[in-house]
Nanobody
Framework: QVQLVESGGGLVQPGGSLRLSCAAS????????MAWYRQAPGKQRELVAK???????TYAESVKGRFTISRDNAKNMMSLQMNSLKPEDTGVYYC???????????WGQGTQVTVSS
């Protein structure tokens, strides 16, 4: 399996911003729909945002207007700009495919985002 490496998490105060990055190996990245997921403590992993190979985006209602997903197919990179962060955005953030995640790319370690004053 090809690999994914997430980075960019950290501790931020409510209202702050963070930018997450996802680096992918393999040549298939540019043709698959990719997504960001998050898992809060004690909760199931949920899809936060997804982006098609051509750049069409979809967001969960809870992050719409605050988060922006983007990708650079030439660099096999994907990003998630997170603004106006709230405590409920706290969790481990992962990137993977939007369809059957974990089957094409093994799940990475994720990156921890903590929103707290």
């Amino acid at each position: 399996q090809v690999q994914l490496v997430e980075s960019g998490g950290g501790l931020v105060q409510p209202g702050g911003s963070l930018r997450l990055s996802c680096a992918a190996s393999g040549s298939i990245f540019s043709i698959v729909i990719m997504a960001w997921y998050r898992q809060a403590p004690g909760k199931q992993r949920e899809l936060v945002a997804k982006i098609s190979s051509s750049g069409s985006t979809t967001y969960a209602e809870s992050v719409k207007g605050r988060f922006t997903i983007s990708r650079d197919n030439a660099k096999n990179m994907m990003s998630l700009q997170m603004n106006s962060l709230k405590p409920e955005d706290t969790g481990v953030y992962y990137c993977n495919t939007a369809v059957t995640p974990g089957s094409l790319y093994r799940w990475g370690q994720g990156t921890q985002v903590t929103v707290s004053s």
